[in-house]
Structure formats: C-alpha cells, structure tokens
C-alpha cells in the first residue's frame, strides 16, 4: 500500500497544495516551525485518524478558519481509493471515495495502516499502559476480530468492577463472574503473546543493528504471575523470568481464574479487578551476559530511542506479514536527530531492505539520505513544500 | 409538532413513542393511521391492548408466558421429563421451539446476570429453578443464554450453582457467533447449536 499523493487545505501553516509522493522515499526537511512535522501530521491523521502530537481538533485547524480537511489517495496492487478527513467544530469525518463512513473502525479496515515512528522514548519506562496500547494497536491491525474481542473484555471488565458494590455476593455469582473476566481477558492476553512470539524475533535482530547487543526483546508478564506483594514493573528481578508463549488459550483463563481467587481480599479492599489482560506488565529488556536488563531502569537515553525505534520497525514488519506483504506507509518524524552516527547509518540500512513507503522528516536534507532516482526531496519554508530533489 | 394537535392525538403519539423502534414520525403515522380508521378498528386495538395484560402471565412453573396457571409447554404430556432448557426470555423460547429439536421443558430465566444494572440471581428465578431439579427428577440441563458477556456470565454462575445437585450440565455453542443472541440466530443454526452442545 502507498499514497500516491495528498493535499492539506487549511490543516495547521500548510499550503494547500497537491502533494505527489514517491513510492519508496519522501523527505521534507528544513529548520523547525516551518511546518515539516505538520506535513507529516497531515498524512498520519488521514491514515490512522489520529495525530502522534497531544492536539485537539481546534490546534489542527488553521487559526482563523471553520475547518479543515486532508485528502489523498492510496493505491494498492490492484484498486485504489480517494480518502478525505475533515474538521470542524462538531468534529471529525472520514470519506472512502466521497462516501462517508461513520465507524472509524471499518475507516481504519480499509485504510491499510500507518505507523509513525517513534513513539514517544518515555514508553520505555511510562506506566506500562503506554506498552500494552502498543501491543493493542498492533493485533488490531494484524486481526481483524481484536476490537469485538477487546470490548467482551471490557465489558466483563466493568461488570465485574461493578459487583465489588453488591453487598454479599454469593460465591456462585462470583465465580460467574470471575469465569467471564477470565475467559474474556485470556482471548487479550493469547493475542498479545501471539504476537510478541514473533515480534521479539524481529525486534532482538532489529536491536543488534541498531547497535544495542543482543537479544532485546519484550518480556510480557501476565498479572497473575507478578510477585505477590511487588509493584507491578521494574520490579521484577529477572530470575522471576516467566516463559508466556507458546501457552493455550485455556491455561491463560486457568492462570487468571487462579490469580482472581489469590487476590480476592486485595481486590474487596480496592474494589476493583487486580488481575487481568488491563494490569499485565510489558518491560523493554536486554539479554546482557549477566542476565536479562530492564531498560526502563538501567537503559541510556540513546539505548531507550533505539529500542523504542527497534519495536515500532519490527511492528511495522509484523503488519506487512499479516496483511501478506502489504507494507504499511511509515512515517519517521526527525529520528535522525535523536541517534548518534552509527545508528543513523545502521536505521538507513534497514529502511532500505523495508519494501514500505517511507516519509520521513530532518532538520537538514542529508540526515537521511536515499539512493539517487529512489526518492523525492521538499524543503518546507513558512508552510509550503518545495521540491529540490 | 405541530402546537395545533389536540392532546388526545399528542397523547397517543407520546404513548406509540415508548415503543422499540417507534421514533417521530412512525408514531405520527400510526396516530392519524388510527385516527382515519373506523372506529371498531381502534376499539379492537384498545382490546387487544388491554386483554393481554390482563391475562397473559408467567407460567407457575417454567415462567414461560401463558394464559393458563401452566404454559402449553408444561402441560403437554408428550414432552421428554427430566430435561431443561434455560433461556434467557420467553422469546428466546419460542426462538429454540422454532427449531424443532428440542423435545424438553424450558426455565425462563427472566434476564440475565449484570451488575452493572444492579441485576443479581435473586433478580432472576433461580430459586425456582434450583427447586424444579429436585421436584421434578431433572437429569440434564441446557444453557442457552445468549453468548454476549452476560449470558456466559449467567451460564457460568448457573453452572456453579447447579454442580451440588449433580445434574449434567451442557451449554450451547456450535453455530452461534461469539457474542451472538438466540433472538436474531436462524432457526437452523439454533437447531445445530443445540444439538452439539457441550457439556460442562
Ligand atoms: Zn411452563
């Protein structure tokens, strides 16, 4: 999948202005404020229906105007489609070839997807919500069925929070109870450990190339096995290294119908659910030669960038196998900035053995560079993008 | 609407609009529908309307609905004892007799579990139930709640609380999407799901 070209009008500084991309490498550079990032803004909104800044649909209109709106059209091997996004103050709405489609999820279906690399590096060590979402995003789009199966959860979820009011419950209703969160939220945890079976692959030959050892990987630790008594990250020492994939679906249900019945005089104390696929943990570790090192508590700056750069390029990798080769269009917002020489030239190679549609941001046009004839250069001034190469 | 309508119209219309799926102007329709109608018609709506409250109720026993102290079902002699079926409502009854694979005696539950709602056992007829076991020599029970949340829930909780009495207990399952209510399933895929239940 790749976009063959976009048009911003009224989003942010931007021109409106019909923009053809290349099908392997786009780079718009100049100083910042220009309105470089907001070029790429423009294409993540019409691709994932969200920006990667905190911004509120009024920060994205252009001051002084009443809406605005992003069209483009993405082209796949065999058909095409002319997508539009518009705002305005009643909110957002999303078009496939001029109808509109009110669910942003069956938008999102037939979008393909767009990745925007990286996240911001606190992933490594935020709450480990930031970590599961990631996860969450990346089985939506390899699986079409993850939303309907998230909400069951959700849904057993609130419920069961709900029953924590009732006076006495008898043991039965709990157990019925205790039985849906477990069947609902094994289903979350078997699709995350699916995917991280061949995620971490991808992610320990990733980090090697990006010059940060060997064996980086995601250690998912469900929340019926964290130590009783530890906070649930960053805590764990790493002999308490549990293997989680690989393991059916039922044993996951068994594992947190267990876990339920060991926290039971914790959870009528709180009055809230303690164990389940919402309270799993997620650590970036590395396989140092003296044992498994969490890099949210002992990683550098650079390390925790390039790990985070590892994950999103091996999810990247991952929706193109799902979705049988079709890659993602990946957008890079100023990495190269962030990573020092080496890295830089280590994350070039890899793009270029990545069969996807990059676009990619720098404060200079030769941070990243790409083979003559394989890509198109902008540099962007007040707004407007001018090609120069 | 209009400020010109005479009450008794805007009462009607109010009254039509409580029902599911009776928006604006459907209840609009329907009011002056009648409105235009001999008046015999609307009489015999009236009556219609109001018998039925008056008389249907629930089954003594199964809470199936009825007109008599017993539902059809519990009289007939012909079913199978020592079976039971437990549906969520008297529609998804009336769903699984649709297929013709079911020779048992129902329960209707009259709901399903949900905290949320404040929806406990001792809102449902459980106690009932867990009697008829006794009383009538039940064997063998099948849950066919609907397969959302609630109804594996209640399935699960019924379950736990039917295990003492050493019943076999089996669930329904093939056919019926994950999620999938008994109500909007085809009678064939009802019949299937019955058939291949599996016990608990
Ligand atoms: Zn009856």
Redesign the interface.
Known sequence: MRMDWVEPDRFRNLHRQKIHLHPRFNLVYGPNGQGKTNFLEAVACLGSLRSFRTAGKNDLIRHGEEMCRVSGRLLWAESERILSISLDQRGRSQFIDDRRIASPEEYLRSVGAVHFIPEDVGMVGGPPSWRRRILDRAVFETRPGYP?EYR?FL??L???N??F??AR?????R??????LA??GSWILKRRMDLLGTLNREMAALGEILELGEGLHLRYTPSFEKVPGGSAIGNIPWMEHYETTGRSREALAEGILEGLFREREREKRSGHTLVGPHRDAVQFLLEGSGGPVDLARFGSQGQKRAAVLALKLALVREVARAREGEWPLVILDDVSSELDEARKKALTGIIREFGAQFLLSATKDRDLFFPEGEGIAWRVQAGALQRTA | MLSGTPPSIKRLIEELKRLPGIGDRNAERLAFHVLGAPAERAEALARALVMMKKTVRDCRRCYNLTEEDLCGICRDPNRTEGILCIVQTARDLLAIEGTGQYKGRYHVLKGV????RGI??EDLTVQALLARIGEEGIKEVILATNL???G???????L??LKPLGVKVSRIARGIP??GSLEHADAVTLGLAIDGRKEL
């Open positions: 309907s069951r849904s057993a609130r419920q069961r709900a029953l009011r009732k419950p008898s043991a039965e209703e157990e019925g109870w205790d039985r849906a069947e609902t | 579990l949900s905290p949320m406990g056992p959302n949340v609630e594996e829930a209640t399935a699960s909780y019924l736990a609380a994950i999620g």
